[in-house]
């Protein structure tokens, strides 16, 4: 991801959209990238975390996985700094009640 974060914020933009096409493209496949036990989910931030350097922010949102607002560290990685600024964002990572 930090290579395809990186690419977006240099403004190659095209680059960084193969980054998430490749990521795309492993589809269900398991793997570590996240340091913890395979999942799936983390080519998911990783997706999500490119489309937020590239500043859309929309699709970055869609592309987060699903319990990405049920972990207590949303705020504080790199993609939820970047969507600091964008409500629905905040909307997904309030606590629930």
């Not at 998430?20 to 496949?29: E, F, K, R, V």
């Not at 931030?45 to 207590?72: E, K, M, Q």
Request: net charge positive; with cysteine.
């Amino acid at each position: 991801m930090l290579q395809g974060v990186a690419l977006a914020k240099r403004g190659h933009r095209a680059e960084a959209e193969a980054g998430i096409a490749t990521l795309s493209t492993l589809g269900s496949q398991r793997f570590n990238f996240c340091g913890r036990s395979p999942s799936v989910f983390c080519g998911e931030w990783y997706r999500a975390g490119i489309a937020a350097a590239l500043g859309d922010d929309t699709r970055a949102v869609s592309l987060l996985p699903p319990n990405f607002g049920t972990t207590g560290t949303a705020h504080r990685n790199m993609v939820g700094e970047m969507l600091q600024h964008y409500a629905p964002f905040l909307e997904l990572i309030k606590p629930q009640e």
